[in-house]
C-alpha cells in the first residue's frame, strides 16, 4: 500500500460537475476535502467557478475562523487559473486549456486528490475538468427539473427517452479518456437536499427514474444527503459536518447532526477512493490531520 502522507501513489481527481446552478457541488466538494484531510491525505483544491468562488470562499472562511480563534485547522492546497486574456475564442480556449492542464500536472504532483468544483453551467474549462475525472460527482436535488439534466422522462410511464444535454457532455468526456488511454470514469450521482417531509409519490418516481438511468448512463447511484440547517450554518465559518465539533467551541451535537455525519460518512464510503478505506483504520493518519 502507498503511504499517503508522503504522496507517492498517484493523485486522484475528484470533478464536482452538473449543469444546473446550486445542486450541493460546492457543499459537497467541501465537505469531501475536509474528510480527506482529517483522515491525513495531502489534497488540492481548483475552483473553476471563477464569478462565484463559492468553494474558496469557504475555504477563505475557514482560514479566518482558524486565525481568529487561535485553531490548527487542516487545509487544502489551493491554486488559480490566470484570466484568459485573448480576444479571440479559439486563442483564449487554448490558453485555458493549457492554464488548466499545467494547474493539474502541478497540484498532482504534490498530493494524493485533486478537488475541481465546476460551475453550474457548460463552460468550456468545466468540459475539459470533465475529462480529467477519475471520479466525477454529480449531485441532483428531488426533481425532475434536476433530473432532466440527465435525461428526458416519460411523463405517464416514468421511463427514460432521451439522454440530455449534461449526459452527452459526460459521454463526450468519457471518449476522450478512452483515447488518451487514460482509466474508466468512475460517474457517481447522488441526491442532495432530500427532504425528509416530501411526498414519498415524487421520491419513488425520482429514485425509479434514476435507476433506469444508471443503467442507460454507466453512472453509480449512491446514497445522498438529506436537506439540513447545518449546511448552509458551516458556510461563513469554513467549517463542516467532519470537523465543526472539534474546531467550534460552540457547537452542540445534535440527533439531526449525527444523521448528517452518518450520511457524509455513508457517501464517503461509496465514493470508494483509493486508500480511504485503508486510512479508517491507521489512527496516525488522524494524528498527521492535525486534529488530534
Ligand atoms: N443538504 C443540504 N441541506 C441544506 N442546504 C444545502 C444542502 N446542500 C447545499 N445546501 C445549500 O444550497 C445552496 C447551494 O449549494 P451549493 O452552493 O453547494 O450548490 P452548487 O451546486 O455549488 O451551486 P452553483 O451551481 O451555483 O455553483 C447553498 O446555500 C448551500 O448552503
Ligand atoms: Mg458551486
Redesign the pocket.
Known sequence: MADKRTNTAPAHTLVFG?EK???????LAMHVVASLLDRGFAVAVLDL?TR?R?LYRYLENRVRFAERHGLRLPMPTTAALPPAKHAGLSARQTAEAEALANALARLRAGHRFVVVDC??SDTHLSRLAHAEADTLVT?VNDSFIDLDLLGRVDPDSYQVTALSHYAEMVWDARKRRSLRGASAMDWVVTR??LSPLQAARNMRHVDSVLRSLRQRLAFRYVPG?????I??EL?PKGLTLVDFLRADPAARMTISHVAARQEMRAFMDALRLPGWAEAGVDPSSRRAGGLE
Open positions: 452538473n446552478g446550486g445542486t450541493g457541488k460546492s457543499t467557478d462565484q463559492s460551475p453550474g449531485p442532495n437536499r444527503f438529506t436537506e439540513r440547517v449546511y448552509r458556510f
